[in-house]
Every structure is written in structure tokens, then in C-alpha cells.
């Protein structure tokens, strides 16, 4: 009788610590699912010469994001980039989540796939030339803790390829009408999108340039929730080989499509300007 009561109390004990053990794992699910989570897409090419100085950044970021109880996931697809790139990936594993090397058709390919893979409540892609600005960040993550958007960006600092300030700009309180007829100026460095939101719009359409800008056009389209904050949330590079810095006509004809697909005039104060620089462009080169 007495080993009888043994084992009873023994098989208690060992069920209370069992139903406990779940408990405490449920209550840290719960927990863990409370944390505000970002995704960042890296989408790499060739780009040695700065690599290592966004893959740094990004690190960085993720180790602020820690420090206020904030996930940042970190992806990158690669198009079977060279040894050297492949180096710097390798050196950052630990704060990579997901790091795919594969054949893709372009940058835009590029960030498509990884938004299959993420799970954060926001997300952007970064260039592997360009940064995240810290301070910027918190900004932005501190609004939105406490508020819902769509689409949240702020201002950007451009940057030489040796990392010293050209100029501090803004695209200004943007709307689809001021988009599509007097400056196709966006800041997309640094901003963030909602998850939510952009699975309903679909994913990035396949231009080579100007992805980025129908994509926000389309936000707008859609009735997307836009913010702007006044601080600068990324630091851009500009320099000769970058597409912004190769002058390349493309870019150009590229938005002047993509205003008219979204209402443009051929008379509005952006179509006669793009086509303006469109010329002057094609002369030069």
C-alpha cells in the first residue's frame, strides 16, 4: 500500500512538473509572439566594394532592435554572387536567418522571393551599398509600436562611395497625384511596409530601375495608410556605377511608363520634365 501511495505521489509530481514545463513554454510563445518583429531583405549581386559595410550595418541594427525587444530578421538572396561577396556572408551567418544563393532575374526578382520567407509585421529591402540609420530606426519603430500604417518612410541622407555626407534631402508629404504629375521623388531607403497590407497588393512588378516607385504608387492606389517622419531613417549611396548615379536614360523612361500607367499626362509638369532629361540624357551618353 505504502509503495502504491509512492508511486501515485511520484507520477503526481512528475504530471505537475510536466504540466508546468508547458505552461511556462506557452506563457514564453506568448511572449515571444507580443515582440514587435521586422524582416529585412537583402538582395545581392556582385557588390563587393560595400558589402561589408551594409552587412555590418544590418547587424547592428539587429542588436539595437534586441536592445528595445524588437525581432529583425535578416534575408538575403544572392544571384550567385563572386567568392569575395559570398566571404562577407559567410562572416555574418550568425545574425543571417535566411541566406539563399540562387539565380534571379534582377533586383526586384530578388526581393520578391525573399517575401515569401517573411514573417515580420514590416519589412523592406536594403541595397547592399546603402544603410539604415540608427537613430532614424528607433524613430520609426517607436511609432510604430503604438500605431498601424501601411507605408512609413522618412528623409535620406545621400552619401559618396567613401561614406562622406553630399546632401540631406526629402521627397517631402508624397500622394499618388504629386507622384504621377509634378516629381516622382521617392525615399524608399529605410522605409518599411505592412506585411498585411502588401500581401493584398501583390509583389514587385519586374522593372529594372523603378520598382520601387510603382510600388509605392500602387500603395497609394490602393488606399494604403502613408507616414512620413522628419528624420533621416537611411543613408543612400551615390556614386558613378550605382544605377542613380549612372545616368542611364532607362530610369527615366521607366518612370515617365509607370506615371502614365497610374493617370500621368503627357502635358503634366513631370511628363514634359522626364522627357526633358529623357533627351538630355541620351545626348550625353
Excluded at 17 to 37: D, E, G, Q, S
Excluded at 168 to 196: C, N, V, Y
Excluded at 235 to 257: C, I, N
Amino acid at each position: 500500500m505504502v509503495k502504491l501511495l509512492n508511486i501515485t505521489r511520484t507520477y503526481r509530481n512528475k504530471w505537475c512538473f510536466i504540466n508546468t514545463l508547458f505552461l511556462i513554454t506557452k506563457a514564453l510563445k506568448n511572449v515571444y509572439l507580443l515582440l514587435m518583429r521586422l524582416s529585412v531583405i537583402i538582395p545581392s549581386y556582385n557588390q563587393f566594394k560595400f558589402i561589408e559595410a551594409t552587412m555590418k550595418n544590418i547587424v547592428e541594427i539587429k542588436e539595437l532592435c534586441r536592445e528595445q525587444n524588437v525581432e529583425l530578421e535578416i534575408i538575403v538572396f544572392d544571384n550567385c554572387s563572386i567568392k569575395e561577396v559570398q566571404a562577407v556572408f559567410e562572416k555574418h551567418k550568425n545574425s543571417i536567418d535566411i541566406l539563399k544563393v540562387e539565380v534571379d532575374n534582377g533586383q526586384y526578382d530578388a526581393i520578391n522571393k525573399g517575401l515569401a520567407y517573411v514573417t515580420g509585421e514590416y519589412w523592406t529591402w536594403l541595397n547592399t551599398d546603402d544603410l539604415i540609420d540608427k537613430q532614424g530606426f528607433l524613430k520609426i519603430i517607436n511609432y510604430l509600436k503604438s500605431n498601424t500604417v501601411d507605408y512609413i518612410y522618412g528623409d535620406i541622407e545621400t552619401i559618396d562611395e567613401h561614406g562622406n555626407s553630399i546632401a540631406k534631402g526629402t521627397s517631402g508629404t508624397i500622394t499618388l497625384e504629386s507622384l504621377t504629375t509634378k516629381d516622382a521623388s521617392i525615399s524608399q531607403p529605410g522605409s518599411f511596409f505592412r506585411t498585411e497590407f502588401t500581401k493584398k497588393i501583390g509583389h514587385l512588378s519586374n522593372y529594372r530601375f523603378a520598382f520601387d516607385y510603382e510600388y509605392i504608387l500602387r500603395i497609394f492606389k490602393n488606399n494604403g495608410t502613408v507616414v512620413k517622419l522628419d528624420v533621416i531613417v537611411a543613408q543612400f549611396r551615390y556614386y558613378q556605377e550605382s544605377k542613380s548615379g549612372s545616368q542611364d536614360a532607362r530610369f527615366l523612361m521607366e518612370q515617365l511608363e509607370i506615371a502614365k500607367l497610374y493617370g500621368s499626362s503627357s502635358l503634366s509638369k513631370l511628363g514634359l520634365m522626364l522627357r526633358l532629361r529623357i533627351i538630355k540624357r541620351k545626348l550625353v551618353n
